[in-house]
T-cell receptor, first 116, second 112 residues
Framework: AQKITQTQPGMFVQEKEAVTLDCTYDTSDQSYGLFWYKQPSSGEMIFLIY??????QNATEGRYSLNFQKARKSANLVISASQLGDSAMYFC?????????????FGTGTSLTVIP | KAGVTQTPRYLIKTRGQQVTLSCSPISGHRSVSWYQQTPGQGLQFLFE???????NKGNFPGRFSGRQFSNSRSEMNVSTLELGDSALYLC???????????FGSGTRLTVV
């Protein structure tokens, strides 16, 4: 089974509108971390937001918020007031703790295009 | 504050050769992790180092190895290169709380 599933290969959003990028995960661990990264065409990976499995409140970082639904094992990224510079690939990732250390898993990514 | 520095940015190697990639983390970060990104397999975790010790390793053959020095700089080595090793290799460093990882710009390796 896939550890991280991003079902939206591509998304379009009008500038200044909000958009939700979906992410579901699979783990039997109690302690894990969820991340979202942005990868523009330049190739660098930019950290956006982090949610710990024990965090009771949804994480927010500026225009980014993470809609964390633990029972459903989903960690959707919400980008408010989209900007042209938000056009990029977005990756959802999970850090899972094993008895030998951390394992990291990434989704296949969602390509977001912001339309003027 | 300097970011994560990866060298070289681009590399072309021949099948059968070996290659060493370097990663200098953000000052004060003791955790460094490495990832491979290819169009076919996506992003995959290679290994993570903390205080010179490998914490864990992803599902890669023994040809992929790494190490971390006392100043937290890390190197990744791939021996007996194969065409399929062509990829963007990314490293990331993090604070001890591991709640955020800062990536370098990557090394694009092409094996011919």
């Amino acid at each position: 089974a896939q550890k991280i599933t991003q079902t939206q290969p591509g998304m379009f959003v009008q500038e200044k509108e909000a958009v939700t990028l979906d992410c579901t995960y699979d783990t039997s661990d109690q302690s894990y971390g969820l991340f979202w990264y942005k990868q523009p065409s330049s190739g660098e990976m930019i950290f956006l937001i982090y949610q710990g499995s024990y965090d009771e409140q949804n994480a927010t970082e500026g225009r980014y918020s993470l809609n964390f639904q633990k029972a459903r094992k989903s960690a959707n990224l919400v980008i408010s007031a989209s900007q042209l510079g938000d056009s990029a690939m977005y990756f959802c990732a999970m850090r899972e703790a094993s008895n030998t250390g951390n394992q990291f898993y990434f989704g296949t990514g969602t390509s977001l295009t912001v339309i003027p | 504050k300097a970011g994560v520095t990866q060298t070289p940015r681009y590399l072309i190697k021949t099948r059968g050769q070996q290659v060493t990639l370097s990663c200098s983390p953000i000052s004060g970060h003791r955790s460094v992790s490495w990832y491979q990104q290819t169009p076919g397999q996506g992003l995959q975790f290679l290994f993570e180092y903390f205080s010179e010790t490998q914490r864990n390793k992803g599902n890669f053959p023994g040809r992929f190895s790494g190490r971390q020095f006392s100043n937290s700089r890390s190197e990744m080595n791939v021996s007996t290169l194969e065409l399929g090793d062509s990829a963007l290799y990314l490293c990331a460093s993090s604070r001890e709380d591991r709640k955020g990882y800062t990536f370098g710009s990557g090394t694009r390796l092409t094996v011919v």
